[in-house]
């Protein structure tokens, strides 16, 4: 949205107001990258790539509510210092949604054809960036969408089947449970609970696993829904003609009010429609960890989800789109690059852009100005070398290694140098992930993939300019997101 105001001395002031989508699954990283955003823009020291910054013209950064007065204000003023000396941690995960508006003022140079009238070279504009946060397990929900009933309790009901076959506990007792059930028989609220239950702790263990496709996502994280009717459904094997007040009728009724009621409306058009420019945050090395198929399930959830935002010609999604919705960049950043020693961050970035090669073609397709990158929001390593066997040198990062489950006091914790191992050939990988999607939980011994996944705490060692933070290719992602509203 543009609105042209006038300064008192008579000239001409741009305001805007650009929604940033800062989109990506569980754990992937947006609250940290939000929070550094939002303290870089504050504190530019850091900012070399992001021309205005770099040339002084940001005059300030105000960062205030949302509009929308019923979001919460995302916890800036709490995060920041959290990750800051003396003892820095991560935040939380996020539960809710909650969101913020940084307004910024900066110095523009005057066009030519304004400057005729004589005055000051440059005049101000105001740019509002209004940010959402919220829970990543929520996101896969937008894949629900151009599902029904059927078609989601059948896909769910094939995983379910191989992974009693894996002999997953859970898969075996939620099957177990279903077959006592009576599914075109009078609904009892007691059995639907239990398996409720049942399925929650399938997609609990399967989320904990590294599978990404957990839907529904408010079964993970129900927010304010705790115990809400809504949530009482369950993948169930089809029937056709089942009476009203039968269980598997039921269960239809209450997955389409989900889908239309919590995904569609409170979800997507309250937060996630209005999107002008869109960062996707994909955690790509934790899906490699994972195993072929959690990193086949991440890219296949990654791309349905990306859907939503590029509408196809077919695409079922295109009607609640409507003309509104046209993002205009879209960034697609692997994160936490700061656990990769610099050498490999073109390997990175050549699997982001495999993973969402989908996307991207779609997002082309509907003339997004796209970019792939990696990034680390918030630097928590450092580079060196270290002799290996034979006495090679290796490319090592070194940093606080978190060990186990995370407590209270974080102080302490010495810094180690560690060798992540090289990222192997993404066509490689892919080709194992795409034929073993539903098999294969290891890489192949003969893809020597000694890579492996490990978790730093935050440094203080690394904050030497205050609190502007330490971070890996920000600026140049900010230069592009919003670069050109700055000038
Ligand atoms: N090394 C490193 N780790 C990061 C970085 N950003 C995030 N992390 C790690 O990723 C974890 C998750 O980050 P969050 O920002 O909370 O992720 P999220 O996407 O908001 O997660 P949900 O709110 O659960 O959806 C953190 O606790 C850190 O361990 C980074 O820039 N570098
Ligand atoms: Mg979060």
Redesign the pocket.
Known sequence: MLTLCFHQDGFPMDERVVRLGVT??????????IT?LVASLKHRENMLELGTAHEGRIQSVRIQDLPEAMIPRFPFEDHLPALMPPDPA?????TRVNGLRVTLQVNVPKPLHLRVLGGRDTYQKTVHLDII?F???WLIDLTLMNKDFEQWSIEHLEKIAFETLRKRPEAIAYLELLQTIDTEGEIQEQVAKSLVKAFTAYLKALQKDGYSNCTPGRFLLPGDLKDAPVLSFTPLYPRHGTEEGSLYKEFQERFTSYKYQIVRKDFFEKYLKEIDRQVV?V?VMAGIHDGPAPFEDQRKAMENILSVFKPGRNNKFLAWLGESNNVEKMLFAA??A??LHHSNHGRLKSYIEEVIQGALTRAEGARADTQAMV???????TEGTAKGKGGKSLCCVRGRLELGEPDDSHQGIPRQGLYPGDLPDINQLLAVARKGAKGAMQWPQTMNLNFRKF??LPDSELFDKGPAPP?LYLDQALEFLIGDLLC
Not at 24 to 33: D, E, Q
Not at 90 to 94: A, C, F, L, N
């Open positions: 990506g699954l569980s754990r992937a990283g947006k609250t940290v990258f550094s991560w935040p939380p995960g996020t946060d829970p990543g397990e945050l955690d994160t936490k700061d656990h990034i680390a929001a918030l630097r928590v390593t978790k730093f971070h």
